[in-house]
């Protein structure tokens, strides 16, 4: 029997909108921050260029009030808690499918309609306690299926099966994740790393280049505010924490791979989806209080 193919899109509807309402946030939070910082950095720029013209100091002004209306609407807005608010909502729903398709607790009982019930009732509950949420939802994703056509064919297979499936496009797939995510910010810290060095330096060299040419005009504040921005970019991304935390999770995944390698019933399925849900739920909510924090 040919397995279902599990996609995004297959995900009960709730998945689906909150997913996408965190991702917009997130596109939203780190241009509206990125703007903030460029902004900064050219209005410093124009200063130093044209110090006594009129025009140049009208046109830094203007700047500056563009990078504040920016902090303002961040305040404001708070795309940052709707990112992360729509992320806790799509993998506590991902959680519950998951554990609904492999008859986990608490879907393992046999009765089709009490378990579809049960679920719904869990998905219910979830949009009940995130209703400021409900309105960066998109129209087309709400109203899909709580229970897709995919679901409920992976919830009907042999046991065996079951395993395989989530073997291969759980955990797997998690761990992959995982690791290529890790890979990425570990680059991402050295380069943002380098870079604010280099521009310190720079700033550096300026300044111990005006001792010997004291009237030589140089843009050292203009590298300088460079050299901050970048640092606020990389303490924003969280670059190393979040390398450290993946590279962490990637090698708890491992050791789920070989536990799920000797899973045999339904029992033993069910202790398999329990303990591994639970460990994926921590590691995001652990990387959500480091937001916070």
Same mark, same amino acid.
């Given at each position: ?18 997913? !996408?309402? *965190?991702? &917009? ?23 130093? $260029? ?13 700047? %500056? ?8 609407? @961040? ?29 986990? #607790?608490?879907?393992? =009982? ?8 049960? %679920?719904?009732?869990? @998905? ?10 409900? &309105? ?12 897709? /056509? ?18 291969? +496009? ?8 995982? +690791? ?9 810290? !050295? ?13 550096? =060299? ?14 050292? #504040? ?12 990389? !303490?924003?991304? /969280? ?17 789920? @791979? ?7 019933? #339904? $029992?033993?399925? *069910? ?11 921590? #590691?995001?909510? $652990? ?7």
């Amino acid at each position: 029997m040919q397995q279902p193919a599990l996609r995004k899109k297959t995900m009960p509807g709730l998945y689906q909108a909150a997913s !996408q309402a *965190s991702r &917009q946030s997130q596109s939203i939070y780190y241009w509206s921050l990125g703007s903030y910082l460029v902004l900064l950095v050219c209005a410093a720029w124009v200063s130093f $260029q044209w110090p006594a013209n009129i025009a140049g100091a009208i046109s830094s002004a203007i700047l %500056f009030m563009v990078t504040l209306a920016i902090l303002v609407g @961040l305040r404001i807005k708070r795309p940052d808690d709707i990112w992360y608010n729509g992320r806790a909502v799509a993998e506590s729903v991902k959680t519950r499918t998951w554990r609904w398709m492999m008859r986990a #607790e608490p879907y393992a =009982m046999t009765n089709a309609e009490a378990a579809r019930s049960r %679920f719904t009732d869990d @998905l219910r509950e979830i949009l009940r306690q995130n209703e400021n949420l409900s &309105q960066y939802f998109g129209n087309q994703s709400v109203a899909s299926a709580p229970i897709s /056509k995919e679901m409920e064919a992976v919830r009907a297979l042999p046991v065996e099966e079951r395993i395989a499936i989530y073997r291969r +496009e759980r955990i797997e797939a998690q761990e992959h994740w995982y +690791e290529s995510k890790a890979k990425a910010n570990r680059t991402q810290a !050295q380069r943002w790393f380098w870079i604010s060095v280099a521009l310190h330096s720079i700033a550096i =060299m300026m300044l111990v280049y005006r001792v010997s040419s004291p009237t030589q005009s140089l843009p050292i #504040e203009v590298i300088s505010t460079a050299a901050g921005a970048a640092l606020t970019w990389l !303490q924003s991304k /969280k670059f190393n924490e979040l390398g450290s935390s993946y590279t962490l999770t990637a090698h708890e995944i491992a050791l789920m @791979l070989n536990e799920a390698a000797l899973t045999k019933g #339904e $029992q033993a399925l *069910s202790v398999l989806v329990l303990n591994s849900e639970t460990a994926f739920s921590r #590691e995001h909510t $652990q990387w959500a209080a480091r937001k916070n924090g």
